[in-house]
């Protein structure tokens, strides 16, 4: 079965530092990897997608970026810190089945706090 | 573009009472529908979907039809528990094959508090 893994869990972060948070799928290979944020225990944002090793598409201009450096890991960073990045960051997966995507499956996220 | 709607927040409810939470979509074509829940601190997990019009969806108590005709997704359970309690969101895929790139659109999420 299929897993999907991020950490850290929680971090806190001054203004200013880099960020580095991770996602690993196990289980699938060749899957779409998603990021998104929510604020505010609400709304999903979507900020990053990728369809493969080395390709990442932007939703939204930011101070983050994505890479994905192999094929089931997915990483979000950022070089200095705002407090506006402040959230819960969510990792997503889907894989194409019979030419067609359908649901996305979620990590279990990363809570940021940059102060 | 793609659309989903949900009904405002938060609904409160005693335990036992009936639930519906609305979903309504704009898509062209035929997307695929699913409904989310995310409980407090949690990622989200998928409750139920629907691929094609008059299909009805269905786990843990829940249901909701695919209604094409009236472009909606209702969330329903009969009799719901605090453990319900969660923030449940309404999400579509466009179904345009590898075009979409399995990206979907989510409804705002609406929040479900149950009281003893």
């Known amino acids: 079965s299929q897993t999907i893994h991020q950490w850290p869990a929680t971090l806190v972060q001054p203004v200013g530092s880099p960020l580095s948070l991770e996602c690993t799928v196990e289980?699938?290979?060749?899957?779409?990897l998603y990021w998104y944020r929510q604020a505010a225990g609400r709304g999903l944002q979507l900020l990053f997608y990728?369809?493969?090793?080395?390709?990442i598409s932007s939703e939204v201009p930011q101070n983050l970026s994505a890479s994905r450096p192999q094929d089931r890991q997915f990483i979000l960073s950022s070089k200095k810190l705002l407090l506006s990045d402040s959230g819960f960051y969510l990792c997503?997966?889907?894989?194409?089945?019979?030419?067609?995507?359908?649901?996305?499956?979620f990590g279990p996220g990363t809570r940021l706090t940059v102060l | 573009g793609d659309s989903v709607t949900q009904m405002e927040g938060p609904v409160t409810l005693s335990e036992e009472a009936f639930l519906t939470i609305n979903c309504t979509y704009t898509?062209?074509?035929?997307?695929?529908l699913f409904w989310y829940v995310q409980y407090p601190g949690e990622g989200l997990q998928l409750l139920l979907k629907?691929?094609?019009?008059?299909d009805k969806g269905s786990n843990k108590g829940f249901e909701a039809t695919y209604r094409k005709e009236t472009t909606s997704f209702h969330l329903e359970k009969g009799s719901v528990q605090v453990s319900d309690s969660a923030v449940y969101f309404c999400?579509?895929?466009?179904?345009?094959?590898?075009?979409?790139?399995?990206?979907?659109?989510f409804g705002q999420g609406t929040i479900l508090t149950v009281h003893p």
């Open positions: 997503a997966w889907s894989a194409l089945v019979l030419g067609s995507y359908n649901e996305q499956f």
């Open positions: 289980g699938t290979s060749n899957p779409n």
């Open positions: 990728s369809v493969g090793i080395g390709q």
């Open positions: 898509a062209t074509g035929y997307p695929s």
């Open positions: 629907a691929t094609k019009a008059d």
């Open positions: 999400a579509l895929s466009p179904n345009a094959g590898g075009t979409s790139y399995g990206k979907l659109t």
